[in-house]
């Protein structure tokens, strides 16, 4: 069946070190892939996307790697911050033409300073 | 929150009762979405609309209604609450689908069945 996961559940980095949260997907014909960030007490906050016709993707401080090939997905945060402690969904559309998206679970990055 | 807003945000109900969530949103957005989020789930979809009176199941639907009669609202019911949907609900839109379909997220409604 489709499934999004994550390698680990929690992921804990020094300030001003670099971040990389990992996500496995298991549906091939996901073409859209979008990482979202959630702070407690707050609803999901959309921080980038990708569409399987690239392979990377930059934003503010980060970038979003697809590999289609072994379907994983990876969010890098570059000089992780203290406002970036959060839990990181990945989501994939899977085979659906609706909109409909298929979440994992989540990691947790905790930045100590 | 991208004009999404949810209502109540806090909510405590007893077994057995009817309780109704409501989203509104002022984007216009076609599509808007009810999700649930539990511990070790992750955000599971309830029921999407497609547009005004369109509507349709997603992954955990059992135990849902919903309703659309205007783009801004999206109302999600539960006709008789079980101490299993105690969650945290959140309220998504997405202006187009299928692809570049990014979904913003409103604040979320914490609701609890004693």
């Known amino acids: 069946g489709e499934s999004v996961g994550l390698h680990l559940p929690t992921l804990s980095v020094q300030e001003g070190d670099n971040s990389i949260i990992n996500c496995a997907y298991s549906n091939s014909a996901s073409d859209y892939f979008i990482w979202y960030k959630q702070e407690s007490g707050k609803g999901p906050q959309f921080i980038i996307d990708i569409r399987s016709n690239m392979d990377k993707r930059q934003g503010q401080r980060v970038t979003v790697l697809l590999n289609k090939t072994v379907k994983h997905l990876s969010l890098q945060i570059a000089a992780t911050q203290p406002g970036d402690s959060a839990v990181y969904f990945c989501a994939e559309n899977g085979s659906s033409n609706t909109g409909k998206l298929i979440f994992g679970q989540g990691t947790t990055l905790q930045v100590k300073p | 929150d991208a004009g999404i807003t949810q209502s109540p945000r806090h909510k405590v109900t007893e077994t057995g009762t009817p309780v109704t969530l409501r989203c509104h949103q002022t984007?216009?957005?076609?599509?808007m979405y009810w999700y649930r989020q539990d511990p070790g789930h992750g955000l599971r979809l309830i029921h999407y609309s497609y547009g005004v009176k369109d509507t349709d199941k997603g992954e955990v639907s059992d135990g849902y209604s919903v309703s659309r009669s205007k783009t801004e609202d999206f109302l999600l019911t539960l006709e008789s609450a079980t101490s299993s949907q105690t969650s945290v609900y959140f309220c998504?839109?997405?202006?187009?689908?299928?692809?570049?379909?990014?979904?913003?997220f409103g604040p979320g409604t914490r609701l609890t069945v004693t």
């Open positions: 984007e216009n957005h076609r599509y």
């Open positions: 998504a839109i997405s202006e187009s689908s299928p692809v570049g379909n990014e979904q913003y």
